[in-house]
């Protein structure tokens, strides 16, 4: 998020509870919705949330990643997407397997959060290439699945090291 999007949004924010705003309170907001990956959109939709169900809270940018994940888990749970349906676009004998679970059940918690349904990939159901699936790389990537649909413990350190072939 840049500054002049964390500005517009501190300002929507002063409009609820007559903040006023400093430039080193836009640096700080800029600074966490990007670590969160929040957009303008979302956070814009965040404050006015707050704004509407907890008028006398002081707002933080914290509150403002809250809900928006929130909102992402919400979003995705009620897009129906099934665990065996994120993976079964994948190849699990790849060698960056790890690190494509993530980055597909990220893209998918960002299609739901837009409203979209998530992309699976080219493959229907049971079409994966006949004899690479394997029980203990499918149960892992279940498991990481889960993980990430939870908000769980998948930072950028796990993505980092399963690109470079370290688990985690």
């Not at 998020?1 to 700080?28: F, K």
């Not at 002081?58 to 992402?72: S, Y």
Request: hydrophobic share 45%; glycine share 10%; proline share 3%.
């Amino acid at each position: 998020m840049t500054a002049e999007e964390a500005a517009e949004v501190l300002r929507m924010v002063a409009r609820g509870d007559r903040r006023t705003v400093a430039a080193d309170d836009i640096r700080l907001w800029a600074m966490v919705l990007t670590l969160a990956g929040i957009t303008r959109d979302e956070a814009l939709q965040a404050v006015v949330e707050h704004i509407a169900e907890a008028p006398d809270t002081w707002l933080q940018v914290g509150h403002v990643v809250q809900r928006v994940k929130r909102q992402r888990r919400r979003a995705l749970a009620r897009s129906g997407i099934s665990e065996r349906e994120l993976l079964r676009s994948l190849d699990p004998d790849a060698a960056d397997y790890d690190a494509q679970v993530i980055a597909v059940l990220r893209a998918a918690r960002a299609d739901a959060a837009r409203g979209l349904a998530p992309a699976i990939g080219g493959r229907g159901p049971g079409e994966l290439p006949a004899g690479t699936v394997r029980a203990d790389r499918a149960r892992r990537g279940a498991a990481k699945v889960r993980d990430v649909l939870a908000g769980k413990g998948v930072g950028r350190s796990e993505v980092a090291g399963s690109a470079t072939g370290r688990s985690a």
